[in-house]
């Protein structure tokens, strides 16, 4: 394998990589499914950023949030374009961007697509005129196994577990948008074994959702019905947008949303049903919600009667048991948020509390000595930032229903034109807990967890970047699989080259070490070991032309490479992005993959139909390739501007060669190919 990587590291130096916003991008998404192990499906905003795609958003009139919608800038980087605004009045040319304090060649260029400058008002002053002229939209998505799985197989005596739908996923949503002043809308998922239109299903999809949004009514600045979702502070308490930890994109340490979101993704978990909004007035804003909504969970019975042991949170309901633990319970939940805010600095309250129809507590292990218990629970918090100069402070001090504390507390700064650091501090208590919270820290939720992170990002020349970041943490209680407390550290590198304007090097590294409790000869506990993990990657691409695009990546880990528990892997691919005419689009990748075990996985993020993410994780060895294309339809029929029709067709294909079935439990394929085909269709008018 060190041959064959060594051959193929020189070759990929002579390639070209993949334009930096997407690198870092694709870095984020397959860091964040690592972390958590789970699909990410809140697509919210993708969605924001190809409708300011279609529909730019006029900088003289971009208040807070819409800027925040676009999710380039930092916060220091938008209180820096509104105080130009205000002290200068509007803009005269987009150009006038290159005099923005803070902002730097790489984000206009990056905003470019998404923003114009106009003089004309956006905000018609008649709410009921928005529901007119708007964008309607209407996405369907169908995906489907071609191989047949165990749980699909007629159950018998021998296997009575199976699930009772067909193998068919669907997605379908409409969505209506003016401007982003008006959204309102319906989405509905299918998951693949779940029945449809006729048993468990009687109604057609396992999973809706439905939501109206509002803007700038008045003193009402948000007013969300439905569905949405909730964002407050630094997520210590709330935080249910798409977010991300540690990345190559080492300054993005904040979390940066507005409070309250639209929600119409596949996911059916993460969010709130029921009602929200924001007022303003002057400095001031007060935030509150109320949501009422039915939860899936794990039920248990024992003497004391039966109580919910864990929510299930992959909308999965395709066997017996799984259909047994959908809406099992009760959720009421609310919260409250003020907020005062100065040109340069704010600070806000928080409140969450939350109601459960059945007790929740979770199995008796030692590591669950802390969990949230009980039918009632809630969270405060007081979260703040302060910019002078070249200086931007934030934080979040919280407490939970057991006066519990977490702090979060972190700093960017700007070193000058060619330099910038972040700094961030978090110490949460061992018995500190919230819900449907998403903080940065190393733990998938915050709690119980101390560490120091810091970052910088060099740019000695203009055509190279060098971001790297330092981490070392600590759990002051026990975990699952880690029977004492315990502690790592985490370390990246990660240069970029960009020898002209088509042309991208990355070269990326990060070593990682967590502890385990493992058995060990001559002692009659368990003992605490050191399991590093480093990863090294060379990612290039180029566009030879403008119509074709050539990207690759080699990429190998090495797991407790000195250790017992050793194992190494190892992953390339090649990619090809072809765009002949407006009419037809695609990419094609080839992937070879070899590992010694699951600890040595790898992760990448695929081309996929719009709104949809692919990040699969290989082990064991062997080949992948996909090829996805886009067909405008509009183009082909010469349809009338005002419509837009488009349609996307990708299939993949997993070869391993050195085993004759793939997956376990019910998911079990005989046989070593795994094959998916997935199709879409857009209609906007």
């Keep these: 394998m060190k041959i064959v990587f060594t051959l193929l590291l020189l070759l990929s130096l002579n390639a070209f990589p993949q334009d930096k916003q997407t690198a870092i991008g694709e870095e984020q998404m397959e860091t964040a499914v690592e972390s958590s192990n789970d699909a990410v499906t809140d697509d919210s905003y993708w969605q924001s950023q190809m409708f300011y795609k279609k529909h730019p958003l006029n900088l003289n009139n971009a208040s807070e949030n819409d800027l925040k919608e676009l999710w380039f800038l930092s916060d220091p980087q938008i209180e820096?374009?509104?105080?130009?605004?205000?002290?200068?009045?509007?803009?005269?040319?987009?150009?006038?961007?290159?005099?923005?304090?803070?902002?730097?060649?790489?984000?206009?260029?990056?905003?470019?697509?998404?923003?114009?400058?106009?003089?004309?008002?956006?905000?018609?002053?008649?709410?009921?005129?928005?529901?007119?002229?708007?964008?309607?939209?209407?996405?369907?998505?169908?995906?489907?196994?071609?191989?047949?799985a165990k749980g699909y197989q007629s159950p018998s005596t021998e296997n009575a577990?199976?699930?009772?739908?067909?193998?068919?996923?669907?997605?379908?949503?409409?969505?209506?948008?003016?401007?982003?002043?008006l959204q309102y809308g319906i989405a509905a998922d299918k998951d693949a074994g779940e029945e449809f239109f006729k048993g468990s299903q009687?109604?057609?999809?396992?999973?809706?959702?439905?939501?109206?949004?509002?803007?700038?009514?008045?003193?009402?600045?948000?007013?969300?019905?439905?569905?949405?979702?909730?964002?407050?502070?630094?997520?210590?308490?709330?935080?249910?947008?798409?977010?991300f930890g540690k990345s190559a994109s080492v300054l993005?340490?904040?979390?940066?949303?507005?409070?309250?979101?639209?929600?119409?993704?596949?996911?059916?978990?993460?969010?709130?049903?029921?009602?929200?909004?924001?007022?303003?007035?002057?400095?001031?804003?007060?935030?509150?919600?109320?949501s009422f909504r039915k939860l899936s969970g794990n039920i248990v019975e024992d003497e004391n009667g039966d109580h919910i042991s864990s929510f299930q949170t992959s909308g999965y309901h395709r066997t017996l048991a799984e259909l047994s633990d959908k809406n099992s319970m009760q959720q009421f939940a609310g919260g409250v948020s003020i907020k005062y805010k100065q040109y340069n600095w704010?600070?806000?309250?928080?409140?969450?509390?939350?109601?459960?129809?059945?007790?929740?507590?979770?199995?008796?292990?030692?590591?669950?000595?802390?969990?949230?218990?009980?039918?009632?629970?809630?969270?405060?918090?007081?979260?703040?930032?302060?910019?002078?100069?070249?200086?931007?402070?934030?934080?979040?001090?919280?407490?939970?229903?057991?006066?519990?504390?977490?702090?979060?507390?972190g700093l960017l700064l700007s070193l000058g034109a060619r330099a910038d650091a972040a700094f961030l501090y978090r110490s949460i208590s061992k018995a500190y807990q919230s819900l449907y919270s998403n903080a940065f820290t190393e733990n998938t939720f915050p709690n119980n967890e101390?560490?120091?992170?810091?970052?910088?990002?060099?740019?000695?020349?203009?055509?190279?970047?060098?971001?790297?970041?330092?981490?070392?943490?600590?759990?002051?209680?026990?975990?699952?699989?880690?029977?004492?407390?315990?502690?790592?550290?985490?370390?990246?590198?990660?240069?970029?080259?960009?020898?002209?304007?088509?042309?991208?090097?990355?070269?990326?590294?990060?070593s990682k070490t967590r502890q385990k409790s493992f058995l060990t000869d001559g002692n009659p506990g368990k003992v605490l070991k050191d399991l590093p993990q480093n990863n090294f990657r060379v990612q290039s691409s180029t566009q030879l032309n403008e119509k074709f695009t050539l990207s690759d990546r080699v990429e190998a880990i090495w797991y407790d490479n000195n250790g017992p528990l050793r194992e190494q892997g190892f992953l390339m691919y090649a990619q090809g992005d072809y765009k002949p005419s407006k009419i037809l689009s695609g990419n094609v990748r080839l992937q070879y993959f070899e590992t010694d075990?699951?600890?040595?996985r790898l992760y990448t993020y695929e081309s996929d139909l719009l709104y949809n993410y692919s990040i699969p994780e290989f082990f064991d060895n062997g080949f992948r390739y996909y090829f996805n294309c886009r067909l405008n339809m509009a183009a082909l029929l010469k349809m009338n501007k005002r419509y837009d029709l488009a349609c996307w067709l990708k299939w993949s294909q997993t070869i391993y060669t050195n085993k004759q079935t793939i997956g376990s439990g019910l998911d079990v394929i005989n046989g070593n190919k795994r094959s998916e085909i997935k199709a879409q269709i857009i209609a906007e008018f």
């Design 450 to 510: 101390r560490g120091f992170y810091a970052a910088i990002s060099l740019k000695p020349f203009s055509n190279i970047r060098m971001d790297a970041y330092a981490d070392v943490f600590s759990f002051p209680w026990l975990k699952y699989l880690v029977d004492a407390p315990s502690r790592g550290k985490e370390y990246l590198l990660q240069l970029t080259y960009l020898p002209n304007k088509k042309t991208t090097l990355l070269v990326f590294y990060k």
């Design 346 to 409: 704010q600070v806000a309250a928080n409140a969450v509390l939350y109601s459960f129809s059945k007790e929740f507590y979770k199995e008796d292990k030692s590591y669950n000595l802390f969990a949230l218990k009980g039918k009632n629970w809630n969270n405060v918090s007081v979260d703040y930032s302060y910019t002078y100069r070249n200086m931007h402070l934030f934080g979040e001090i919280a407490t939970d229903k057991n006066r519990k504390l977490a702090f979060v507390q």
């Design 252 to 290: 993005n340490i904040k979390r940066e949303a507005p409070t309250l979101r639209p929600y119409n993704s596949s996911g059916s978990y993460n969010f709130h049903r029921g009602a929200g909004c924001v007022f303003e007035n002057g400095h001031w804003s007060f935030t509150s919600f109320i």
């Design 202 to 243: 009687k109604n057609g999809f396992d999973f809706y959702t439905v939501h109206f949004f509002a803007k700038n009514i008045g003193k009402i600045k948000l007013l969300a019905l439905g569905d949405f979702t909730v964002n407050f502070g630094q997520g210590l308490i709330q935080w249910q947008s798409l977010a």
């Design 597 to 600: 075990g699951y600890n040595s």
């Design 161 to 181: 577990s199976h699930y009772s739908g067909s193998r068919d996923g669907l997605f379908v949503r409409y969505k209506y948008n003016y401007n982003n002043l």
């Design 80 to 148: 820096s374009f509104l105080r130009y605004r205000q002290l200068l009045g509007k803009l005269i040319s987009i150009y006038e961007l290159q005099a923005v304090p803070g902002w730097d060649l790489a984000t206009i260029r990056a905003l470019l697509p998404y923003v114009e400058v106009r003089n004309t008002k956006d905000v018609l002053t008649d709410v009921g005129d928005r529901f007119h002229g708007g964008s309607h939209s209407l996405l369907v998505r169908y995906g489907k196994i071609a191989e047949q």
